[in-house]
């Protein structure tokens, strides 16, 4: 297998925009659900799919992506003995592993150079804010010296590639901050930075408060100004806009028809519509010709795994019609686009053969372009993403 996800749903405290897989206070759970993790990872060594069948795929490296939650809450010796566990799955020498952590969490250079040794290659920081009173609004239990603090940690015991997550759109967040922002990450020489829009999920204190009055988002034109800035000042620091939330620093090696170099190898399997194994409590995979997903709660989880059980909560099948959408919605995502011999390779038919007539439309409309037998977003076509991805559903 070339690719494994693996959920760490623990946190100190959920955030109050979040309604991902994940539990706080439940630090006591710990222990047992890496035991739990690892036996399911052992169940997994059986359900290897078949090697990528696109070049483009097939020249991604494995990759494990550690993601939460909070896995930064593991101590190192947990997170070693899930490596070593999936070892059997992906190998670990030639793979990218990335870990998701929050600054908050990340106290030590130690830890960090802990993490490092054990062959963790690349770090995630989810920083949302560089603003503190907006940092706790959200809930988040760090502070914007925190956050530069545990980033400039992780350079210096070795960490060559660092993600940094932020979100735009914030309540009370006005363009001037969000570009003060921009300019202090871009002064930090980040290598990699996901930048997303705010959503309110329903399940969320967050959009308790906003449609409750007690709180105001920006409107769309503030929201979508915020966009256009960050692709402006991100461009001139010479970052690369490689897929509509991700900007990448330039490398010598890069190649406008490929993905860039520092570009992130576990997302860039999803973007390409690969097949990955999942594990952990609520943890989602896809195996074509279906998609499942496993029990969420924790404590079922293990029980699952405890009964021999593999935890699988839900199936989902897939036709080759859903792989071709697929297939065009994540790819659409990346300014490489879809190449007409990826689509191919995936789906068994000529992308003209199967969306001819929707792509002569949309390049009538400028939102796509057809170049290089590459079908890409247009500039105008990334601020109408989802209108885009609707003619593929």
């Known amino acids: 297998m070339r690719h494994l996800y693996i959920h760490i749903p623990f946190c100190h405290r959920r955030c109050s925009y979040c309604d991902f897989n994940t ?16 036996a ?28 939460g939650g909070t896995p930064s809450m593991l101590s190192v010796a947990q997170i070693e003995r899930i490596l070593q566990a999936a070892t059997a799955i992906v190998p670990l020498a030639e793979a ?6 929050n600054p908050g969490t990340v106290l030590s250079r130690d830890y960090l150079r802990d993490l490092r040794s054990l062959g963790i290659n690349r770090l995630s920081m989810g920083v949302q804010s560089l603003h503190d009173p907006t940092l706790r609004m959200l809930g988040r239990i760090h502070t914007a010296a925190e956050a530069r603090a545990s980033y400039e940690d992780a350079r210096r015991v070795g960490f060559e590639t660092i993600n940094l997550d932020f979100i735009f759109g914030l309540p009370g967040q006005e363009l001037d901050e969000w ?32 449609t409750a009055g007690r709180l105001r988002v920006p409107d769309d034109d503030v929201t979508g100004a915020m966009y256009e800035l960050a692709m402006e000042l991100l461009g001139q620091a010479g970052y690369r806009h490689y897929e509509i939330s991700n900007w990448v620093r330039a490398h010598p090696a890069d190649h406008l028809d490929a993905p860039p170099a520092l570009a992130c190898q576990h997302n860039l399997a999803y973007w390409l ?14 195996l074509f010709p279906q998609r499942y997903a496993n029990l969420r709660p924790i404590d079922r989880y293990i029980a699952a795994i405890q009964a021999g059980h593999r935890p699988v909560a839900e199936t989902t099948p897939l036709t080759t ?6 297939t065009m919605l994540m790819g659409l995502r990346l300014d490489i686009g879809v190449s007409f011999d990826h689509f191919a390779a995936r789906v068994g038919r000529p992308l ?12 009538a409309q400028e939102l796509i372009t057809i170049e290089r037998q590459r079908a890409r977003l247009t500039a105008r076509g990334r601020m109408l993403g989802n209108q885009v991805f609707a003619r593929f559903v």
Do not use: K
Not at 40 to 67: D, H, K, Y
Not at 321 to 326: G, I, K, R, T, W
Not at 352 to 363: I, M, Q, R
């Open 40 to 67: 399911e990872l052992a169940m997994l060594r059986e359900t290897l799919p078949p090697l990528p069948v696109s070049a483009e795929a097939a020249a991604l490296r494995p990759s494990i992506f550690f993601g």
């Open 273 to 286: 519509n690969s097949d990955y194994l999942a594990a952990g409590a609520g943890a989602h995979g896809h």
């Open 96 to 101: 990218e592993i990335s870990l998701e952590a």
């Open 352 to 363: 003209y053969e199967v969306y001819g007539a929707t792509l002569a439309e949309l390049c």
């Open 23 to 38: 539990y706080a206070n439940m630090e006591h759970r710990i222990e047992a659900y890496v035991e739990a993790l690892c």
């Open 179 to 210: 570009r003060t922002t921009l300019q202090e990450v871009i002064r930090w020489e980040v290598d990699h930075l996901a930048l997303y829009s705010l959503i309110l999920e329903e399940s969320t204190p967050l959009y308790t408060q906003v």
């Open 321 to 326: 019609a859903d792989l071709a959408a697929e």
